[in-house]
């Protein structure tokens, strides 16, 4: 058992398909007045903020303790979770047709242990479609996603080329977790 300070779910659901118990709760953390050179700069401050929050609240005594962020970078920018519609659309077309890079760094504590890993998974996308990508902003699935990409969903029909594990995409870098287990 491990407590997943995230309240993301899609992390849960890659921990339940991995056959890896946890409860989840988390106190959040306010990346907006990070200050970073560079993508993986961004989400290692991201997610060590939050590490360090939800061990003071939390420890990892009675249980390990998970914390991970994602983000989402393509033509050099870091493309962050959208604030609405237009910025959703403006990050989406930066995507299509393009190189992108999702960098997931976790930290996972026990008493005896610490890993840090940034894993990064690397997708190479053909142009979405309008009509689709459209589609796709009226849903609001983009919310909440970090580069408002979804590439378990919408992204999907557009990937030409992967390198790099999905779970690290999707949020949490299972197969380098399950070694540490």
């Known amino acids: 058992m491990l407590r997943l300070a ?8 890659l921990l ?11 106190i959040d953390f306010d990346e907006d007045a990070i200050i970073a050179d560079s993508p993986k700069n961004f989400v290692y401050q991201a997610t060590l903020g939050k590490y360090r929050l939800n061990l003071e609240k939390f420890g990892c005594e009675d249980y390990p303790l998970l914390v991970a962020d994602t983000v989402v970078t393509a033509h050099g920018k870091i493309l962050r979770k959208a604030k609405d519609e237009a910025d959703a ?15 997931t760094c976790m930290i996972y504590k026990t008493p005896r242990l610490e890993l840090l890993d940034i894993s990064s998974t690397h997708y190479f996308f053909d ?3 309008s009509d689709a990508l459209e589609r796709y902003l009226e849903s609001g699935e983009w919310r909440g996603k970090a580069g408002a990409c979804m590439v378990e969903g919408f992204c999907k029909s557009y990937i030409r080329e992967v ?5 690290t995409a999707m949020g949490l870098s299972v197969e380098v977790l399950q070694t540490f287990r």
């Open 127 to 129: 142009p979405f479609d």
């Open 163 to 167: 390198r790099g594990f999905e779970s």
């Open 89 to 103: 659309r403006m990050i989406l077309q930066t995507q299509s047709g393009s190189d992108v890079s999702i960098i």
């Open 6 to 13: 995230s309240a993301s779910i899609t992390r849960a659901e």
């Open 16 to 26: 339940r398909s991995a056959g890896i118990p946890f409860i989840q709760e988390s």
